[in-house]
């Protein structure tokens, strides 16, 4: 690692988010990248946004932090979550249920 060790871009190197990137994500997000979820970034898993078993890569721009509930959830049941930018530099997922029902 250099002097300024900004590594925030590690693509499919490696699976987990870096120390550096989890600090990086904490510093953009507050909460659960899911609308309306209460849980605190620092609580939260890092997850990929476009999914690594899908090719994602661990990029500081594919990663966000969810709650351990919505991590799961996001995963099984993609249709469910619509992606959303949030200013500049964030993601955000809006929970769009099984629009099935009605
Ligand atoms: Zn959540």
């Keep these: 690692m250099d002097a ?9 190197t490696a699976r987990r988010a870096t120390r ?3 600090c ?16 605190p970034a620092h609580l939260c898993q890092i ?7 899908d090719g994602g890569a ?3 721009n594919n990663l966000g932090p969810t709650c351990q509930f ?3 959830d996001r995963y ?9 930018r949030v200013g500049k530099d964030r993601w955000g997922f809006t929970y769009i249920g099984t629009r099935s029902k009605g």
């Design 20 to 22: 550096r990137q989890r």
């Design 76 to 84: 099984r049941h993609p249709e469910h979550y619509r992606l959303h």
């Design 24 to 39: 990086a994500i904490l510093a953009r997000y507050t909460r659960c990248m899911v609308d309306h979820c209460p849980m």
């Design 58 to 60: 661990t990029d500081l």
């Design 4 to 12: 300024d060790g900004c590594v925030l871009d590690v693509g499919r």
């Design 70 to 72: 919505h991590n799961r």
């Design 47 to 53: 997850d990929h946004i476009s999914n690594w078993s």
